[in-house]
């Protein structure tokens, strides 16, 4: 009898540090709920700070990016790997221009 006593205080044990546990993950979870809601709180008041004088002058509002515009950029944007990765493989020149100024130029693209 007093092992299953034991076996049952120590279950109640667990189960109080994991109602601690979820506690704790519920405060936490609460505040990152609290700063998202106060960010899309801003980010709508801004679209509608922009947005207002538009209106006001009978100006459509702008288009948003079109799906998948991002993407297309980021594939058109060399990174800074890319970058360097080029300036390695191709040396600079630098080029005196008639008006006094000097440039480099990437040589061999």
Same mark, same amino acid.
């Given at each position: 009898?007093?092992?299953? $006593? ?11 540090? *994991? ?14 709920? *609290?700063? %998202? ?10 679209? =509608? ?5 538009? %209106? ?8 948003? $990016?079109? %799906?998948?515009?991002? =993407? ?23 080029? %005196? ?13």
């Amino acid at each position: 009898m007093r092992e299953l $006593l034991d076996k049952i205080e120590t279950r109640q044990h667990l189960v109080r540090e *994991t109602i601690e546990q979820v506690r704790d993950q519920i405060t936490a979870l609460t505040g990152q709920l *609290t700063a %998202a809601e106060r960010t899309l709180n801003r980010l709508e008041t801004t679209r =509608e700070t922009i947005l207002e004088p538009a %209106a006001e002058d009978g100006t459509p509002p702008p288009e948003p $990016l079109p %799906a998948g515009y991002r =993407e297309i950029l980021a594939h058109q944007t060399p990174t800074q790997a890319e970058i360097r990765r080029t300036l390695a493989e191709h040396p600079l020149r630098r080029v %005196a221009f008639p008006d006094g100024s000097v440039r480099s130029h990437i040589v061999g693209l």
